[in-house]
């Protein structure tokens, strides 16, 4: 996509779901209150044999995508407590040099758990990622065709629709909880 093309966005939120063999990426265009898919791929990181190349490698296409697309905000997805600590750390790692990437370019980064993400797509906090894609389908009005793709880049869309969800609700305004507590506050409105 050019640049020129990237103006007609009133927001433009990137989506990362890390990984060490493969990273998902999902770039999400918001016009108005409508949320678009402008892109979505993966990063393939297997082809290098060390891990500090392939962190190398995610820093690299990170940037190249914040450069490319000019997102406003990155949504990613946290890492999950697993029982394997080795997988753990190279996952917080891959994790923290795409939100190293994207801060370089001063991206604000918000990060959301795979429950939260999965709520706000499906309504499931359990849902398969199969039921992510679909459910992406449908509210993104994607053709099946163009999500012919790894499930890691879905993921990574679904963090962005869930970003651009979360960052949209009003905020709550703080009244008071009870009678007594909002006599206490106006002390001349009530009597």
């Known amino acids: ?13 990137i989506g990362i779901d890390p990984g060490t063999n493969l990273m998902g990426y999902g770039i999400l265009g918001i016009k108005g209150k409508t949320p678009s898919m402008i892109a979505l791929g ?10 500090y190349l392939r962190l190398h490698r995610i820093f690299e296409r ?3 995508l914040v450069e490319q697309y000019l997102p406003d905000e990155m949504a990613i997805e946290a890492p999950f407590f697993g029982k394997n600590v080795q997988s753990m750390l190279k996952l917080g790692r891959a994790q923290g040099v795409a939100i ?6 001063d991206v604000p980064i918000t990060e959301y758990e795979p429950r939260k993400i999965k709520m706000a797509i499906t309504g499931n ?14 509210i993104l009005n994607i053709p099946a065709e163009s999500l012919d793709i790894e499930l890691d880049a ?3 869309l679904g963090a962005a629709l869930c970003h651009f969800y979360e960052s949209s609700r009003p ?3 703080s009244g008071p909880s009870s009678w007594k507590e909002f006599i206490a506050r106006n ?3 009530v009597r």
Request: net charge positive; hydrophobic share 40%; aromatic share 4%.
């Open 100 to 105: 190293a990437a994207a801060l370089s370019r």
């Open 62 to 64: 990170v940037q190249s």
């Open 1 to 13: 996509m050019e640049s020129g093309n990237l103006k007609q966005w009133d927001r433009i939120i």
């Open 125 to 138: 906090g359990g849902a398969s990622k199969e039921q992510i894609r679909e459910m992406l389908r449908r």
């Open 42 to 51: 993966v990063i393939r990181l297997n082809k290098f044999d060390s891990h």
């Open 154 to 156: 879905t993921d990574a």
């Open 171 to 173: 905020a709550k305004v």
């Open 187 to 189: 002390p001349g409105r």
